[in-house]
């Protein structure tokens, strides 16, 4: 069985940037596909990104400019970060294994953007 544990703040200032770190037991990140999802309130879950097996990564278009996905493969985790953040970023942002089908789900990480 496989289990992620987002971490990292839940507030975050305007113009900032958001890092969030997933941590992953019971399987290796350095197979198959991790990605980052996340739902803003009131609306519909939205892909960030996803970082494979080999470390290459792919970003949503809309994203692409402001986010990074990296990995530590000798603690088994990646992590996410988004750059210049509005209110418009606050989220719960949601760590997966999978692509096009997610497997397994973190159970989640609010994040507020405000000053």
């Known amino acids: 069985q496989v289990q992620l544990q987002e971490s990292g703040p839940g507030l975050v200032k305007p113009s900032q940037t958001l890092s969030l770190t997933c941590t992953v037991s019971?399987?290796?990140?350095?197979?198959?596909?991790w990605s980052w999802i996340r739902q803003p309130p009131g609306k519909g879950l939205e892909w960030m990104g996803v970082?494979?097996?080999?470390?290459?990564?792919y970003y949503s278009p809309s994203l692409k400019s402001r986010t990074a996905i990296s990995r530590d493969t000798s603690k088994n985790q990646f992590s996410l970060q988004l750059s210049s953040v509005t209110p418009e970023d606050t989220a719960v942002y949601y760590c997966a294994k999978g692509l096009a089908v997610v497997d397994y789900w973190g159970q989640g990480t609010q994040v507020t953007v405000s000053s």
């Open positions: 970082i494979a097996y080999d470390g290459s990564t």
């Open positions: 019971g399987g290796s990140i350095t197979a198959g596909y």
